[in-house]
């Protein structure tokens, strides 16, 4: 069909003719965005640099890095950041634990963007017996609370990176199904669909060509706001010990680890604390952005 007479490809794919570039450049317009944009560069560059930035070995036990009283030392002098309660470089732990906080939080979350809007755009597309199956099944999950459920499914599995990623994407898919759903409802009554259908267009055509571009600008925003979401739920199961399991380090097993020194060492909650915060924050400041820049009924609004 021709782009000028399909009532919606002018507003809703600016962003996607502009390209990456546009996006970016948008973005490092809004401080908040590219104050979000540096820190999660920054927390990828250590994720990837790990071995390289962290000071000691993150698994070493020293009576070195122990007070005369068996106690973890304070940050300074060799220890940066100080040590934990078995004498370990807390830096080192939590480089690595920034390594294994992203893996998880990136791959649950792409996991679950792609199964909630799998689902979204199949139900939305065939309606019908297909639509009621699937968005049965998605309320059944949304009406299980998200911790509760992972914390069961969690506790079945043998906890990995890999299975945390696992739990967490099969409890984050469902608010991006429906949101997905909605959408392509709404796609599919607009002329250019029906058009395309009329001609004789296979739904393999229709989904990729014609209804993925307008849904693109939904599933890149709801996918960045998504990870800062599976950060924290990753950092609460490993806080409450069946997430990550030890010695392999996660910002939210560290908490857990060293919580019963908080009143004589609280650099050790702290640091992790503010690690999981920037990070959760980071993410939901640039996909409060992307969501202004591709949504084209907010733009002028900032």
Same mark, same amino acid.
């Given at each position: ?23 970016? =450049? ?29 000071? +000691? ?41 920034? =390594? ?10 792409? $996991? ?8 979204? $755009? ?31 499914? +969690?506790?079945?599995? #043998? ?15 469902? #608010? ?17 669909? #029906?058009? #395309? ?67 004589? +060492? ?13 990070? +959760? ?22």
């Amino acid at each position: 069909m021709n782009a000028a007479l399909d009532p919606v490809v002018g507003p809703a794919t600016r962003p996607r003719r502009s390209g990456a570039r546009e996006v970016l =450049r948008q973005l490092m317009r809004r401080p908040r965005a590219a104050f979000g944009m540096v820190i999660i560069a920054a927390m990828f560059l250590a994720a990837l640099f790990a071995p390289w930035l962290m000071p +000691a070995d993150p698994f070493e036990q020293s009576f070195d890095g122990l007070d005369l009283m068996g106690g973890p030392l304070p940050p300074g002098g060799v220890y940066v950041l100080g040590t934990d309660l078995l004498g370990r470089d807390l830096a080192s732990r939590l480089i690595l634990g920034t =390594r294994t906080s992203l893996i998880i939080g990136v791959l649950a979350n792409g $996991i679950a963007v792609l199964l909630g809007a799998g689902v979204g $755009i199949t139900a939305g597309y065939f309606g019908g017996w297909t639509a009621t199956i699937l968005m049965r099944f998605t309320d059944l999950m949304m009406a299980f609370p998200a911790l509760l459920l992972a914390i069961v499914l +969690a506790a079945i599995f #043998q906890p990995s990176l890999l299975i945390v990623a696992l739990v967490i994407a099969m409890v984050n898919w469902v #608010q991006m199904s429906r949101v997905i759903y909605t959408e392509t409802r709404s796609l599919t009554e607009r002329e250019f669909i #029906q058009v #395309q259908r009329s001609i004789g267009s296979g739904p393999i055509r229709i989904l990729f060509r014609h209804l993925l571009p307008h849904l693109l600008p939904s599933i890149i925003v709801f996918g960045t706001l998504g990870i800062s979401t599976t950060v924290l739920l990753e950092a609460t199961l490993s806080y409450l010990g069946v997430g990550v399991q030890p010695p392999m380090p996660s910002w939210g097993n560290i908490i857990f680890e060293n919580q019963t020194y908080f009143s004589t +060492a609280p650099w050790l909650v702290f640091f992790p604390g503010l690690l999981i915060v920037l990070l +959760a924050l980071a993410f939901n400041l640039v996909g409060d952005a992307l969501r202004d820049i591709l949504d084209p009924t907010l733009q002028g609004r900032h």
